[in-house]
């Protein structure tokens, strides 16, 4: 089974821009994936998604992050990206990626905290 493990959360101002990583332990070209964040005390939703299509991928994002946050798959690294650029204070949350199959796998998370 393909294990995950973000990376690259921290604590910014507003404003500021982040990269999260996310490196997976096997192949996730053909998979969809995807970006999810949980503030303290609420439920985890998604943030951002690649989804395969037979002839291309489709990205999707929350309204929140529309324009702010893109979602990007490096295949030769097996690596999933998350630029986050223009933070504001709601934004902060733990961030995990996932591979969202009938049987979803999850990274470990990482803490975006944005201070304003």
């Known amino acids: 089974q393909v294990q995950l493990a973000e990376s690259g959360g921290g604590l910014v101002q507003v404003g500021d821009s982040l990269r999260l990583s996310c490196v997976a332990s096997?192949?996730?070209?053909?998979?969809?994936v995807a970006w999810y964040r949980q503030p303290p005390g609420k439920e985890r939703r998604l943030v951002a998604a690649?989804?395969?299509?037979?002839?291309?991928?489709?990205?999707r994002y929350a309204d929140s992050v529309k324009g702010r946050f893109t979602i990007s798959l490096d295949n030769v690294k097996n690596t999933l990206y998350l630029q986050m650029n223009n933070l504001k204070p709601e934004d902060t949350a733990m961030y995990y990626c996932?591979?969202?199959?009938?049987?979803?796998?999850w990274g470990q998370g990482t803490q975006v905290t944005v201070s304003s």
């Open positions: 996932a591979l969202p199959s009938s049987t979803p796998i």
């Open positions: 690649i989804n395969k299509g037979r002839t291309s991928d489709y990205t």
């Open positions: 096997g192949s996730i070209n053909n998979v969809d």
